[in-house]
Structures are given as C-alpha cells and as structure tokens.
C-alpha cells in the first residue's frame, strides 16, 4: 500500500467567546481545534494536509489581528504546530515532501514556512484568491506574510476527471499516493476538501465547507454562533450551500467514507481515538 499510516493532529486549539452559542455547555469560552492530517507513504515521505498555525504565527511574526485573537480566542502554543508534533513523532521537517491544503485562510496555511522545502499543493483559484486579495474579506483572511518565504505551489483546476461522482483532481504532482482535491466552493473563492484513502476508507478532510457536524448530519440544526460565522465568512453562500448538500449526500451514500471539517471537536476526538 502507498499509504502506511494516518494521524490525526490538532494544529491550533481555538476558543472562541460564548461556548453556549456553538453548541457547548457553559457561558465561557468554547474549544474548538483545526484538525490537520499527517500521511505516512511509501513513495512520497510525509504528506501533511492543512497546516493550522506555524511557529511564526506564535512568535507574532505574521499579522494576526488583535481583533482575531478577541474573538477566536487561539492559544498558540508552540507544541500544538504541525512542527512540533512531526519531530515528536520522530520524523524531520525535511521528511514533509508535500503540503495540501483545503485553502489559505490564516489558520490553515499559518505552518508552510516551517517545511520550505514541501511542495503546496493548491486549487488555483485559491492560490489566485489568496494572491490578489481583491474583496475586504480576502484581505483580512489571507496573511501574505505566511507564504513570505515562496513555497514552491503546485496548482490544479478541474480537467473532467471525477471522485464518487464529483468533480476532482485524483492525481496530484510528484504524489503516488492516493491524495486528490475535490472543489468545494462557498468558503472561499477556491476552497476544496482534500481525500485521503487510508487502508479500504476514503477519508474527506472538508476543511471550513462546515463547521458543525450537524451541517451534514440531515435535519440537525446548527449552533447559532456557527451558522452566523459561516454566513460571515463566505464568498459565494449559494456554492457555499451546495457543497454542503454534496457532502451530505456523499455520507448518505457511501459507507466506506469518513467526512470531516476542520473545527469540530467530537468530529476530531472520533477519528483520532479511531485512528
């Protein structure tokens, strides 16, 4: 098998104000995390998918807003990167040969300096989005400063090829093993979830297309607070709209895929004690 192992890592812990407004007990604040995946491969070495926050972010050398950590509420502890949990893990940076990512907001993309050598694996009108930074809200979600040091970005725009009857790019540059990008506009103007097939699973990293597993979960309301921050942040809430209803119909439909977003807590603690 090309894929060998699977782990789950939690790359920024987020506490945003008002847990009772994204469904958890209490007037405080809430928990949330940004939910990467590490793959081990024969051929390709390491394989990170997201990032969360880097090492630079921690040293407050990117930008983060004070408006952002108010609100958000990260903790930004160096332990918790990307960095820091691979050399725990008893690999080197340099063992990181790719990084895919759903898209470039300021905690997905904030590790890419800390492995300059990976290759960035990237939907182009993300990579455009991200690049221009045209709309206020691209300019407040996109931190050039994290991408400072040049990665060396691979881009890809659908070319009719297909994944579970949805349009994808199954065959990333330089990688043998089965990681592709599917296009889940909506968040952002070139958002996608990243597959991953992890022995006979597929797994589907949704990134931000949600924040709340009852956003997939049929007639399950949302918490208030998620639903409000996910209309806040969109670019395109009708495309927005559709991804969600094409994940809800990848769950209902396939039994050998595990959908996943990038923030929710019981989604990540599920699949990592699974893991």
């Known amino acids: 098998m090309s894929i060998r192992a699977v782990h789950h890592l939690n790359c920024a812990t987020l506490c945003p104000v008002a847990a009772f407004a994204i469904g958890q007990a209490g007037l405080g604040r809430g928990k949330m995390v940004a939910h990467c995946l590490l793959v081990e491969t024969d051929r390709d070495s390491l394989v990170l998918i997201d990032t969360g926050f880097g090492t630079r972010d921690i040293e407050g050398k990117t930008g983060l807003s004070r408006a952002f950590r108010a609100v ?7 332990a918790e990167t990307a960095l820091a949990q691979i050399i725990r893990l008893g690999f080197a940076p340099e063992d990181v040969h790719h ?9 997905h993309a904030g590790g890419l300096s800390d492995f300059p050598n990976a290759r960035v694996h990237v939907h182009a009108r993300e990579h455009a989005a991200a690049m ?14 994290q991408w400072a040091h040049g990665p060396r970005w691979e881009v890809y725009s659908e070319d009719g090829d297909a994944w579970r009857g949805l349009p994808a790019i199954t065959r990333l540059r330089g990688l043998d093993a089965d990681v592709g990008l599917v296009p889940l506009y909506g968040h952002t103007r070139g958002h996608s979830a990243v597959i ?49 209803a094409a994940l809800r119909q990848l769950r209902t439909s396939y039994a050998d895929v595990d959908v996943f977003c ?14």
């Open 262 to 275: 990038a923030h929710d807590l019981t989604e990540f603690e599920a699949l990592r004690a699974r893991a």
């Open 132 to 145: 221009s930074r045209r709309h206020l809200k691209e300019r407040e979600r996109y931190l050039e400063a």
């Open 196 to 244: 991953v097939r992890s022995g006979d699973r597929w797994l589907v990293h949704a990134g931000d297309a949600y924040f709340h597993r009852n956003a997939v979960a049929g007639n399950a309301r949302v918490p208030l607070g998620f639903a409000a921050f996910e209309r806040a942040t969109q670019i395109a809430p009708a495309a927005g709209r559709a991804s969600v």
């Open 72 to 78: 958000v509420g990260p903790t930004l502890d160096p």
């Open 99 to 107: 990084i895919v990512v759903t898209h470039l907001d300021l905690d």
